[in-house]
T-cell receptor, first 113, second 115 residues
């Protein structure tokens, strides 16, 4: 079945550091790919998405590119802030199938001032 | 404002009791979902529904039940048969058909603690 594997955490960085969180996936078809963010005690918010190969999703300084050849969707940000501290989830959705999100295990990110 | 409302936000239950978590959406979405979140395990799908009066089991449906009598409502009952019910429960919804990119919209979650 479909699956998502993301970089294990926790990840701790200093403010203004460069961030990469790795995400790879296994899917039978051509899924849409997502990054969601969860702040403490809250639900999930969509951070960015890409629906086809070579698409780049971007939002709030975060970026991720849909790489079909390496089945990856790594999250990057050039200069992180304390407010970026949260748990980040990579996910995929095979729209042609049951149309349900499959999640990675999440990566907890802490940014120190 | 359009969105998904989950209630209660916090719930305590004694062992052996059933409890029902509410999920209401006013986004006019066809599909609704329940996920369970445990630390370090990501989110796992419990049940989902694409149409009123129909729903499907997800990956961890044992010990849970749902109903979909109205398009906007998808309550989840955690029964006494669920062996480890303490968790954070998230409800979500999505459109189906044309324009669907696979994105799910989430509520704020309900935290259930079994005493």
């Amino acid at each position: 079945g479909d699956s998502v594997t993301q970089m294990e955490g926790p990840v701790t960085l200093s403010e203004e550091a460069f961030l990469t969180i790795n995400c790879t996936y296994t899917a039978t078809g051509y899924p849409s790919l997502f990054w969601y963010v969860q702040y403490p005690g809250e639900g999930l918010q969509l951070l960015l998405k890409a629906t086809k190969a070579d698409d780049k999703g971007s939002n709030k300084g975060f970026e991720a590119t849909y790489r079909k050849e390496t089945t990856s969707f790594h999250l990057e940000k050039g200069s992180v802030q304390v407010s970026d501290s949260a748990v980040y989830f990579c996910a995929l959705n095979e729209i042609q199938g049951a149309q349900k999100l499959v999640f990675g295990q999440g990566t907890r990110l802490t940014i120190n001032p | 404002d359009g969105g998904i409302t989950q209630s209660p936000k916090y719930l305590f239950r004694k062992e052996g009791q059933n409890v029902t978590l509410s999920c209401e959406q006013n986004l006019n979405h066809d599909a609704m979902y329940w996920y369970r979140q445990d630390p370090g395990q990501g989110l796992r799908l419990i049940y989902y529904s694409h149409i009123v009066n129909d729903f499907q089991k997800g990956d961890i449906a044992e010990g849970y039940s749902v109903s979909r009598e109205k398009k906007e409502s998808f309550p989840l009952t955690v029964t006494s048969a669920q062996k480890n019910p303490t968790a954070f429960y998230l409800c979500a919804s999505s459109i189906l058909g044309g324009g669907n990119t696979g994105e799910l919209f989430f509520g704020e979650g309900s935290r259930l603690t079994v005493l």
